[in-house]
């Protein structure tokens, strides 16, 4: 992505954002300028992740002076009190009373067949998928309202195509990415009088490490790029730009309570 530091002195927060969709937006927004806190588990086979994120983040900061600086807390969003940590530490860090953006990204998404799906396999999609959701956005949403002044921002749900549509080895996931989308609906109508708009991004077929198995097997890929009209799966980085549209005010400062979906067109071609 360009460097036009579209987000210079903001600050934002996000969860899972040492792998995926939320290292590419976590990155996107270093280089436009914002500070970023992340949040992840902490996990032994995760902290590569980790050390390669911070590493870039510091080679980012010495080619872009603007650029922002990148902070780090473990936590389980499942949590209640994960995300309101999370807040407290980024304002400590940088210090700051503001809170500008909030990107909602961290989930889980195991394939089980329905008739097969294991209780605790269901409650650890809903709890990490749709309760962390709620509990990191009512965070955010807590300091941007009521502990600035003045008070609004900008919170980004990372929903995702399954949202719209079925998935046979997916029941468990795709309602809590419904509950997302709604979550941002339902907030951007609650939070409005603050200034704080809120939106959701719906990712299609995303290259990623929960779908890399799918994308080695060459049938399986050509079938998924056969459905999308551009012909490609998408990558990671194709959500940043969407996501700093969404956090900077002078691009989308009348923009609440949308979903952004961003699939190369699968859903309008899936019939």
Do not use: W
Not at 131 to 153: K, L
Request: some cysteine; aromatic content about 6%; overall charge negative.
């Amino acid at each position: 992505m360009p460097v036009a530091n579209l987000l210079v002195g903001k600050m934002a927060i996000i969860t899972g954002g040492t792998t995926g969709i939320g290292r590419a937006i976590t990155l996107a927004y270093l280089a436009q300028g914002c500070n970023v806190a992340v949040n992840h588990l902490d996990l032994d086979k995760d902290r590569p992740h980790l050390e390669s994120l911070m590493s870039e983040a510091s080679s980012l900061s010495q080619s872009n002076p603007q650029a922002g600086r990148l902070v780090h807390l473990p936590g389980d969003v499942r949590d209640p009190q994960t995300g309101t940590k999370l807040v407290q530490f980024a304002l400590e860090q940088f210090k700051t009373d503001r809170l500008d953006v909030c990107v909602s990204n961290a989930g889980i998404c195991t394939f089980a067949e329905f008739l097969d799906l294991d209780p605790d396999l269901f409650e650890k999609t809903v709890r990490t998928n749709l309760d962390g959701a709620f509990y990191v956005v009512q965070a955010a949403a807590r300091q941007m309202a009521r502990h600035q002044s003045p008070p609004g921002g900008s919170i980004i749900g990372i929903s995702s195509i399954s949202a719209l549509v079925g998935g046979a080895g997916q029941t468990h996931y795709t309602p809590t990415k419904a509950g997302v989308l709604s979550l941002m609906q339902s907030t951007a109508c609650a939070l409005g009088k603050y200034g704080i708009r809120c939106n959701a991004l719906l990712p299609g077929t995303i290259k990623t490490q929960l779908n890399e198995e799918d994308l080695a097997d060459e049938e399986k890929k050509k079938y998924m790029e056969g459905r999308i009209p551009l012909g490609r799966t998408g990558e990671t980085k194709d959500l940043a730009g969407p996501a700093v549209f969404l956090a900077c005010e002078e691009l989308s400062g009348y923009v609440t309570g949308a979903q952004l979906l961003v699939d190369g067109g699968l859903f309008v071609n899936l019939q």
